[in-house]
């Protein structure tokens, strides 16, 4: 492992303002995927800034009926809050699909939604990789490509040697879970502090697969607020993965639904393991909106939202099987959804 220096700052303010004075710093909260990138050279920080005890570790009732979750939170408070189970049942079925009991225990709120990508060779360090080494090509394209992206991705076959490629998928089942619940994000930076719409935190690689968000160097995330549920919703998590536990998502599904005299009045779908990022089925939800939720209306929305999936081959037999793999994991979380309400 490199060497690096390590500072417990007494505060946010101070541990913003040691980032800021040193570009290669990392923030280090619960630590479940930083630790491994340090050991694997993934990252290479001369600073590491231990934030763990420095943001709120409360989950708190707010005025409007939501809760603000303190960054500090780990995820298994989180999953077992009563309030959470209740009022966001996708929020607690999400995080209880992640990761193992002792990884929950370490991970926290502040945390999850930035860990990186486990495509493999983001991870191998003697492999091309553009997110981990911007400019030196994408080891994905052409190699296994089970795990990866098939929305938001080039319309064309991507150019394994440009330096903008990127095929890899967000790994966090929780970020898919608050893309649904249209959270808050709560930063405080060098800049001071501001708030992002969850959704508008991650970003497609673009020009720069290295930047999984909007966050400029040196931002914390600080808290993140849940708005009050829509009254008679009903929500759920659902995850398809290659064992029964302890896996990455094949394919996620966070799906809220208010269901009014046999019409969807509110739907919202976001799909977890098949993007850069969350990804909101707007399309579907346009379609889905005002409509009776039956399951072949579910399936044509996720047939019209799919059309623009561009699956990719692979020495695994690549990923086409995500785009069928995702119109019935929808089609099915949907419809208990609905059975229920
Ligand atoms: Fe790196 Fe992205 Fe290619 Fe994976 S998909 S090798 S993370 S550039």
Known sequence: MKPF??????????????????????????????????????????????????TSREITDLADGGLRIGAAVTNSELAADRRVRERYPVLAQALLAGATGQLRNMATAGGNP?????????????????????????????????QHAILGTPA???????????IATHPSDMAVALAVLEATVHVQGPGGARAVPFTELHRPPGDDPSRDTVLQHGELITAID?????AGARSAYRKVRDRASYAFALVSVAALVTVADGRATD??????????????????????????????????????????????PGVDGGNGFKIPLATRTVVAAVRDLVREA
């Not at 486990?118 to 911007?134: G, H, I, L, M």
């Open 156 to 166: 064309a076959l991507p150019d394994p040697t440009a330096p903008e490629t990127c």
């Open 226 to 230: 849940l708005p009050a549920p829509p």
């Open 267 to 312: 739907v919202r779908i976001a799909l977890g393991g098949v993007a850069h990022k969350p990804w909101r089925a707007t399309r579907a939800e346009e379609i889905l909106r005002g409509a009776e939720p039956t399951e072949h209306a579910v399936r044509a929305a996720m047939e019209a939202e799919l059309a623009a999936a561009q699956p990719q």
């Open 114 to 146: 930035l860990q990186r990508t486990r495509c493999t060779y983001f991870q191998d360090v003697t492999t091309a990789c553009n997110k981990r080494e911007p400019g030196s090509g994408c080891s994905a394209v052409g190699g296994a490509t089970r």
């Open 5 to 54: 220096a390590y500072a417990r700052p007494g505060d946010v303010t101070e541990a913003v303002r040691s980032a800021a004075a040193e570009a290669a710093s990392v923030y280090l909260a619960g630590g479940t995927n930083l630790v491994d990138h340090l050991k694997l050279g993934v990252a290479r920080p001369e600073l590491v800034i231990d934030v763990r005890t420095l």
